[in-house]
């Protein structure tokens, strides 16, 4: 079998998985689904102000909620490889002629879509609150989401083969996730934020993934942020997509 039969045979898999077990999918979806309800309209208050870059301030507030989702979408995805490998499914893998990238990136696929239908779903619900939508920025959005979706699955398998327990992965990926997103802005703009962290902020993918989601779905947007954040994200995802495989081959070997 060619790369790409495998990999269609082992995503396919996972989206049954997935389907069969969609409590997951929409525990990731209250988070953001809460923050939209709850939190959302207290920023109502801060309508104008030029932190905000621009007079809807929802559209400032979403796309932090949706590169969030996609952080928490791919960080924690390693827990069911470790499961796999209890099962002993990843054990038997080593034993098929089975492509172990394919193996790979079928999962992550799977990561990327899931995310992906959640975003969508996110958006769909905002609309009725006020958020509107800019399609030509949309679409450069979605790239973004998906390409941080895959760099933390991919970081999240990679760590899951390396420590095969829940309770060395659990405090990892809590340790990371917390400090990313807080600072990353997702709730209030960086430029609030002293100088230091300002500074330690342009170091972090997920920053970098907010800052040019709000400016697509702003009223003027700003090319360089756009051009920065795919300058950022796409060689990380090669670098991490590089040290997954070498995990993957290691070990499924």
Same mark, same amino acid.
């Given at each position: 079998?060619?790369?790409?039969?495998?990999?269609?045979?082992? /995503?396919?898999?996972?989206?049954?998985?997935?389907?069969?077990?969609?409590?997951?999918?929409?525990?990731?979806?209250?988070?953001?689904?809460?923050?939209?309800?709850?939190?959302?309209?207290?920023?109502?208050?801060?309508?104008?102000?030029?932190?905000?870059?621009?007079?809807?301030?929802?559209?400032?507030?979403?796309? %932090?909620?949706?590169?969030?989702?996609?952080?928490?979408?791919?960080?924690?995805?390693?827990?069911?490889?470790?499961?796999?490998?209890?099962? %002993?499914?990843?054990?038997?893998?080593?034993?098929?002629?089975?492509?172990?990238?394919?193996?790979?990136?079928?999962?992550?696929?799977?990561?990327?879509?899931?995310?992906?239908?959640?975003?969508?779903?996110?958006?769909?619900?905002?609309?009725?609150?006020?958020?509107?939508?800019?399609?030509?920025?949309?679409?450069?959005?979605?790239?973004?989401?998906?390409?941080?979706?895959?760099?933390?699955?991919?970081?999240?398998?990679?760590?899951?083969?390396?420590?095969?327990?829940?309770?060395?992965?659990?405090?990892?990926?809590?340790?990371?996730?917390?400090?990313?997103?807080?600072?990353?802005?997702?709730?209030?703009?960086?430029?609030?934020?002293?100088?230091?962290?300002?500074?330690?902020?342009?170091?972090?993918?997920? /920053?970098?993934?907010?800052?040019?989601?709000?400016?697509?779905?702003?009223?003027?947007?700003?090319?360089?942020?756009?051009?920065?954040?795919?300058?950022?994200?796409?060689?990380?995802?090669?670098?991490?997509?590089?040290?997954?495989?070498?995990?993957?081959?290691?070990?499924?070997?």
């Amino acid at each position: 079998m060619t790369f790409l039969s495998n990999l269609q045979l082992f /995503y396919s898999r996972k989206i049954r998985e997935a389907l069969r077990n969609p409590a997951f999918v929409m525990m990731t979806l209250t988070i953001p689904l809460l923050y939209l309800l709850l939190f959302a309209p207290m920023l109502k208050r801060f309508t104008g102000m030029a932190e905000f870059g621009s007079t809807n301030v929802l559209n400032f507030f979403l796309p %932090g909620m949706i590169v969030v989702l996609a952080v928490f979408g791919g960080l924690f995805v390693g827990f069911g490889m470790i499961d796999e490998i209890r099962q %002993g499914v990843i054990e038997r893998f080593r034993v098929t002629p089975a492509s172990r990238l394919a193996l790979l990136f079928g999962a992550v696929l799977r990561d990327v879509t899931s995310v992906m239908v959640q975003a969508i779903i996110i958006i769909a619900v905002a609309i009725p609150f006020g958020l509107k939508v800019n399609i030509p920025g949309l679409l450069l959005i979605f790239p973004l989401i998906a390409m941080l979706t895959a760099i933390f699955s991919a970081f999240s398998y990679a760590l899951a083969l390396i420590f095969k327990s829940e309770d060395a992965l659990a405090p990892i990926t809590q340790g990371i996730s917390m400090p990313i997103t807080l600072l990353a802005g997702f709730l209030l703009p960086m430029s609030l934020a002293p100088g230091w962290l300002q500074v330690a902020a342009h170091f972090n993918p997920v /920053y970098y993934a907010i800052e040019a989601s709000r400016t697509l779905m702003s009223d003027h947007i700003d090319a360089q942020v756009v051009m920065e954040a795919y300058a950022f994200l796409i060689p990380l995802l090669g670098l991490v997509s590089w040290w997954a495989i070498r995990k993957f081959k290691t070990v499924i070997s």
